[in-house]
């Protein structure tokens, strides 16, 4: 069976302490990986799309980096702003897959200052 | 920009009444995606329609749940009844099937069934 796990569930670091998160998968076939950020009341906003392993990809404090079986999304110097819940989805590649995403339940990442 | 556009933002009905939600894909995007989103399961796909054909239902309770493409600039959710259990957010994609594709969500329809 397809799956995503992300950990941890929920995190709590000060204003510059920087930390992981880590998503694992266990797919049949993958076309690519995505990160998406999600605050309170809103849908989800595309961050990062990785396609193969070793890939990395950058956007201000944020580093999405990829390996065979997890990814990991490094915050450098957190700030109070980028307190939200990450999401990892990974896409299918096998013949039937359309380009459903399949999520994990998230990170809830709190910053404080 | 372009973006998901859903409606209603929110919405409280009673138990037994029907439920419709509605979305505008982002022009040109070909694939439109129903998630639903709950605290206890994250993101859950319900459905997905490719140029307008549905290609999976699997993921929606068949005897209360039905989705339609009517036309290209509008997607719909129906619930007939809703249920107390129904309560979540659903979420409305897009994305245009080429390769690996970024899928871009709308803001949410809030559904409170009471």
């Known amino acids: 069976e397809d799956q995503v796990t992300q950990s941890p569930e929920a995190l709590r670091l000060q204003e510059g302490e920087s930390s992981s998160l880590n998503c694992s998968y266990t797919v049949s076939g993958l076309r690519g990986l995505f990160w998406y950020r999600q605050d309170p009341g809103k849908g989800p906003e595309f961050l990062f799309t990785l396609y193969s392993a070793g890939e990395e990809k950058e956007k201000e404090r944020l580093k999405a980096t990829l390996t065979k079986k997890e990814s990991f999304l490094h915050i450098t110097a957190p700030k109070p702003e980028d307190s939200a819940t990450y999401l990892c989805?990974?896409?299918?590649?096998?013949?039937?897959?359309?380009?459903?995403?399949?999520f994990g339940k998230g990170t809830k990442l709190s910053v404080k200052p | 920009d372009a973006r998901v556009t859903q409606t209603p933002r929110h919405k409280v009905t009673e138990m037994g009444q029907e439920v419709t939600m509605r979305c505008q894909p982002i022009l040109g995007h070909n694939t439109v995606f129903w998630y639903r989103q709950t605290m206890m399961q994250g993101l859950e796909l319900l459905a997905y329609?490719?140029?307008?054909?549905?290609?999976?239902d699997s993921g929606m309770p068949k005897d209360r749940f039905s989705a339609e493409m009517p036309d290209a600039t509008l997607a719909t959710l129906k619930i007939q009844p809703s249920e107390p259990r129904d309560s979540a957010v659903y979420f409305c994609?897009?994305?245009?099937?080429?390769?690996?594709?970024?899928?871009?969500f709308g803001e949410g329809s809030w559904l409170t069934v009471v």
């Open positions: 329609f490719r140029n307008r054909a549905p290609l999976d």
């Open positions: 989805a990974v896409q299918l590649s096998y013949q039937g897959s359309q380009g459903n995403l399949i």
């Open positions: 994609a897009s994305g245009y099937t080429k390769g690996v594709h970024t899928i871009y």
